[in-house]
């Protein structure tokens, strides 16, 4: 029933894309907003509570769904599944941002490839040039399709129904938001939602840089994890970041000017500077993990059939 799901939502997705932003990600904003409203007095214990409220109960309704259609009928199981992982997961909430960067760039178009990275990250890349623009470009696909397909994919694998898409996505949007909204106050209501998501996404994080690995050079991947993922700000990302890079080759990271301010940024990979075609590579790569995730699952529940 895994492997159904996915395959129909893969197509479902091509030939009508999701607007994420509106559909899915506008109204968890909004709920993570209520739950804090309600809750945020900057204590710790505070944002356990909230935490529970906002990502475990919607969760738990899920799987008690699931669990009263498929007593009625396995098909309907399959829909909601199909439902579920169709907003949850999926290429296009983030590669029609990084097509149309890619496009831009081979057109010679800097002034349009500055704008469309700025929106899509929601930072100026006014001062940037096409080798940085290229750079940071792979560097926001290759976090995207770990956080919008395969950090769900596994999860989904993992927790019955769709009960594991809907706790990763959930978990990612609370952790993101209340963390961006108390950065500033010092306080430790959003701590419970790092620490848990964190938690969420310790073997994900891994199996995406494992799926790297093992569909690019897979021993500079494996030795660009090893030293240079914990040089990266975001040590988790960074995992991802550097077994990517080591994969394709291609030298990510490093310092950058972003107006009046230089990011401290390590390097990540090894090889070449970034271009427009090693945009074109991470495309391939991240289509080759995903044949690998998909092949890997046919083959589990090919196993489990047969037994």
Do not use: K
Not at 15 to 22: G, I, K, S, V, W
């Amino acid at each position: 029933m895994s492997l159904l799901s996915l395959i129909a939502v893969f197509l479902i997705e091509q030939l009508q894309p999701l607007n994420y932003r509106r559909v899915v990600e506008e109204p968890l904003a909004a709920w993570a907003d209520f739950i804090e409203s309600r809750f945020n007095a900057g204590e710790y214990r505070q944002g356990v509570i909230a935490w529970c409220l906002a990502v475990l109960v919607p969760v738990l309704l899920v799987a008690l769904v699931y669990a009263l259609l498929y007593s009625v009928t396995p098909l309907l199981a399959l829909l909601l599944n199909i439902g579920i992982l169709y907003l949850t997961m999926g290429f296009r909430q983030f590669s029609h941002h990084y097509t149309e960067i890619q496009l831009a760039l081979r057109l010679g178009d800097l002034p349009r490839a500055r704008h469309l990275l700025a929106e899509w990250r929601g930072r100026s890349a006014d001062d940037l040039g096409s080798q940085e623009i290229a750079r940071l470009s792979i560097e926001t696909a290759i976090v995207a399709a770990h956080r919008h397909v395969f950090g769900v994919l596994l999860c989904f694998v993992l927790l019955p129904g769709p009960c594991g898409a809907v706790l990763y996505r959930m978990a990612a949007v609370i952790q993101s938001r209340w963390l961006a909204r108390n950065a500033a106050e010092h306080n430790d209501f959003s701590a419970f939602s790092r620490q848990v998501f964190g938690i969420i996404d310790w073997l994900p994080l891994r199996a995406t840089a494992s799926a790297f690995a093992i569909v690019g050079d897979f021993e500079d991947a494996v030795y660009c994890w090893r030293t240079q993922a914990g040089l990266w700000p975001d040590r988790d990302l960074g995992i991802v970041l550097a077994s990517g890079a080591g994969a394709l080759g291609v030298q990510l990271g490093m310092p950058l000017a972003e107006g009046v301010e230089v990011s401290d940024r390590a390097e990540l990979g090894l090889g070449d500077p970034a271009d427009v075609d090693f945009m074109q590579s991470a495309v391939g790569l991240v289509w080759r993990a995903t044949v690998l995730w998909m092949l890997l699952l046919f083959l589990l529940e090919f196993a489990s059939l047969v037994g």
